[in-house]
């Protein structure tokens, strides 16, 4: 499950670096479903970077936003997509909750950006994506038994133009992630101002 994730402005600058683009919108802070955060896709060849609704309309109304990579190809509604409108979602991290109800922040050993798999199609007269997500590997499993499919950076335009590679990305295990409980953060900064 993915639900809620972060930009920054070392996640935009990182696109600009990595793919020669420069966005045409900043959309730096917390990203909810509903909202038009930065994406990248493929069109006639050539990736491009645009704002996208996130979320899809299903059958009976409701907004959808996250499809399970497992069974993509054998969802009507999102078959054609896999196949010809791939994208991916840059992200500094994203949040799940713990069962006690705690915001965990997963991100990158690194800190560097990260690429989340999706594709998107026309729905009510704008375009509008879904993230896939895959079995959670250990680093957050504990939190949640999914998580989103990560694409590394260097594979990103094979993940756009490449549909003979889709079924490989689409199961390769994500990469380990490192994690921060909300509530650890807090007490790291209680514990500093006591020692001031």
């Not at 996250?66 to 840059?90: C, K, W």
């Not at 006690?100 to 009510?124: C, Q």
């Not at 490989?168 to 409980?181: A, D, G, H, I, K």
Request: proline share 7%.
């Amino acid at each position: 499950m993915c639900g809620r994730y972060y930009i920054d402005p070392d996640t935009e600058d990182s696109v600009e670096r990595l793919f020669h683009i420069r966005p045409k919108q900043r959309t730096a802070g917390d990203v909810t479903p509903g909202m038009s955060p930065l994406v990248l896709h493929g069109r006639s060849g050539k990736m491009s970077a645009d704002a996208m609704h996130w979320g899809m309309t299903g059958q009976n109304g409701s907004m959808i936003i996250n499809a399970r990579s497992e069974n993509i190809y054998d969802r009507p509604m999102f078959r054609n997509s896999i196949a010809d409108r791939r994208l991916v979602i840059p992200a500094a991290g994203f949040y799940e909750w713990d069962r006690e109800r705690n915001k965990v922040t997963f991100h990158l050993p690194d800190s560097g950006p990260l690429f989340l798999a999706g594709i998107y199609t026309l729905d009510r007269n704008k375009e509008a994506f879904v993230i896939l997500t895959t079995s959670a590997n250990r680093s957050v499993e504990s939190v949640h038994d999914r998580m989103p499919v990560i694409i590394p950076a260097r594979d990103v335009a094979d993940w756009l133009f490449e549909p003979g590679k889709t079924r490989e990305f689409l199961q390769t295990v994500p990469p380990m992630l490192t994690s921060e409980r909300e509530y650890e953060q807090i007490s790291l900064f209680q514990t500093m101002l006591e020692k001031q």
